[in-house]
């Protein structure tokens, strides 16, 4: 089952990030989980990722600031 995280641009256009096992979570500061992540819809947030041309962009971190 292909998991997905769509973050609004800095223009506001929304991007995919394909997640895996791998990808990291926080959440101000602290190691969170991906449900974790619902509560932080408006906030800032910074993904580091990597693009791939199959996969799409698959984060490697994404942290609530």
Partial sequence: DKKV???AGANG????FTLT???KFKVGG???RLA????????????????QKKAGNVAQSIEVR
């Fill in 21 to 23: 096992g791998a990808t």
């Fill in 13 to 16: 256009i929304p991007i995919n």
């Fill in 5 to 7: 995280a769509v973050v």
């Fill in 30 to 32: 602290n190691k969170a």
């Fill in 36 to 51: 974790d992540l619902s509560r932080a819809a408006g906030k800032s947030v910074s993904v580091t990722f990597l693009p």
